[in-house]
């Protein structure tokens, strides 16, 4: 049974940085893109970067040089470095992966539990 298990979160003030953790368990497969979300009270989830298996990063521009999402496959975790924080990355952020055959065909997805950031002003 693959399990995420999402670490790191907490209250820090604006201008702060936070480094959230994923811890990955049930899979074997590396083929795996590793994903963090965030949602806020009311808004939709959103999509804040991802990072394939060979290290090919993506990021919302909100986040952009500030965020580095990165991912250590000898450990199965993924990372999500966040500095110079402000009031509206206040959010739950959530892992996920979602897994992929060696030929490329999109799998099953896998998401964690959440961990709250709250960024004071």
């Known amino acids: 049974q693959v399990q995420l298990v999402e670490s790191g979160g907490g209250l820090v003030q604006a201008g702060g940085s936070l480094n959230l953790s994923c811890v990955v368990s049930?899979?074997?497969?590396?083929?795996?893109?590793i994903g963090w979300h965030r949602q806020a009270p009311g808004n939709q989830r959103e999509l804040v970067a991802t990072?394939?298996?060979?290290?090919?990063?993506n990021y919302a521009d909100s986040v952009k040089g500030r965020f580095t999402i990165s991912r250590d496959n000898a450990k199965n975790i993924g990372h999500l470095q966040m500095n110079n924080l402000k009031p509206e990355d206040t959010a739950g952020y959530y892992c996920n992966i979602v897994v992929f055959s060696v030929c490329g065909v999109r799998g099953s997805e896998y998401w964690g539990q959440g961990t709250q950031v709250t960024v004071s002003s």
């Open positions: 990072i394939s298996s060979g290290g090919s990063t």
């Open positions: 049930g899979t074997t497969s590396m083929r795996h893109v």
